[in-house]
C-alpha cells in the first residue's frame, strides 16, 4: 500500500516534470516571439534607380539654398502674423534680432 511519504514523493516528482516542461515551453515561446520580431521588422535596401537619386540630390540641394531658405522663413513669418499675432515678434524684436 503507498503510504505518504511515497505519495509525497511522486507528486513531488510529478510537479518538478510539470514544472520543466513549463520552463522549456516559456524558453521556446521567448525565442519564437524574438525570432518572428526580427523577420517583421527587418530593413531590406533595395537599388534605386538613378534618377531618383538625381532628383533627390536636386530637392536636396534646392531646400537648403539660402534663397529658398529666405523665401520660407517670409512665408513663416506672414503666416504667424495673421494666425497668430500676439507671437509675432514686434519691431523692438525684429531691430534685435536678425532674420
Known amino acids: 500500500m503507498l503510504t505518504l511519504p511515497t505519495i509525497s514523493i511522486i507528486l513531488s516528482s510529478l510537479a518538478l516534470l510539470f514544472g520543466l516542461v513549463a520552463v522549456f515551453l516559456g524558453i521556446y515561446a521567448a525565442i519564437t516571439v524574438k525570432a518572428m520580431e526580427k523577420s517583421t521588422h527587418s530593413v531590406q535596401f533595395m537599388p534605386v534607380d538613378p534618377e531618383i537619386d538625381r532628383a533627390n540630390k536636386e530637392y536636396s540641394e534646392w531646400a ?6 529666405e523665401q520660407q522663413e517670409k512665408m513663416f513669418a506672414k503666416e504667424l502674423e495673421e494666425q497668430m499675432p500676439e507671437f509675432a515678434p514686434t519691431e523692438t524684436d525684429k531691430k534685435r534680432y536678425v532674420f
Not at 537648403?64 to 531658405?69: P, V
Open 64 to 69: 537648403t539654398s539660402n534663397e529658398t531658405l
